[in-house]
């Protein structure tokens, strides 16, 4: 992918409230898209991920996201947060070859931080 | 525990110092990764390795070096350390293909210039 871009930098919700973070690539070639959470001071882990089939994807803690071709997103979605999904949230993608195969690489947006509130 | 293990966590380097950090993971991955991750901007690819043997540059290699020293372990160095590198590391490593690609990443390494 020649970029990711997460559109917004921070998201302030309230506890029990739904939230969106977007998520918008740009790239020439079929990708593979993920989303990553990242705790204070820990490293990054995988949320969920898009590598075929349906468009709409689940993945841990209640998050889901939806690829996109046409607008080339994947935007991340949650009907209700908690205090503990409190983090910063990174989306990646990765090219594919001609096969089918990915180049391996992950670009990453620059992250959105969400901090939900009581 | 299966995963990608880094060393040192944390470390303050002087400008000009040298200095390696080493990954190794043991779930037999190919491929292996250096990013670093500085505010605002999301991760960046400092180098990869496809394979034992092989290296290349990613998005911001200047300044560092790699060395894949066998399948397991991947490390990184600095040769002469500026204020600029001053950042969190991170190593990862996947599979090449599948329904299990996607990284696997280290807990970071915290580096600090002065």
């Known amino acids: 992918a020649q970029s990711v871009t997460q559109l917004d930098s921070q998201v302030p919700v309230f506890e029990e409230a739904p939230v969106e973070l977007r998520c918008n690539y740009s790239s020439s070639v079929s990708v593979y898209l993920f989303w990553y959470v990242q705790y204070p001071n820990q490293g990054l882990q995988l949320l969920l991920k898009?590598?075929?089939?349906?468009?709409l994807v689940k993945g841990i803690n209640g998050f889901e996201a939806e690829f996109n071709k046409s607008q080339t997103s994947f935007h991340l979605r949650k009907p209700s947060v908690h205090i503990s999904d409190t983090a910063e949230y990174f989306c990646?993608?990765?090219?594919?070859?001609?096969?089918?195969?990915?180049?391996?690489?992950?670009?990453f947006g620059q992250g959105t931080i969400l901090t939900v509130h009581p | 525990n299966a995963g990608v293990t880094q060393t040192p966590k944390f470390q303050v380097l002087k400008t000009g110092q040298s200095m390696t950090l080493q990954c190794a993971q043991d779930?037999?991955?190919?491929?292996m990764y250096w990013y670093r991750q500085d505010p605002g901007m999301g991760l960046r690819l400092i180098y990869y390795s496809a394979s034992e043997g092989t290296t290349d540059k990613g998005e911001v290699p200047n300044g560092y070096n790699v060395s894949r020293l066998n399948k397991r372990e991947f490390s990184l160095r600095l040769e002469s350390a500026a204020p600029s590198q001053t950042s969190v590391y991170f190593c990862?490593?996947?599979?090449?293909?599948?329904?299990?690609?996607?990284?696997?990443f280290g807990s970071g390494t915290r580096l600090t210039v002065v």
């Open positions: 779930m037999n991955h190919n491929s």
């Open positions: 898009y590598l075929s089939g349906s468009t």
């Open positions: 990862a490593s996947t599979v090449e293909t599948g329904p299990n690609y996607g990284y696997t």
């Open positions: 990646a993608v990765s090219d594919l070859d001609a096969g089918g195969t990915s180049y391996g690489k992950l670009t």
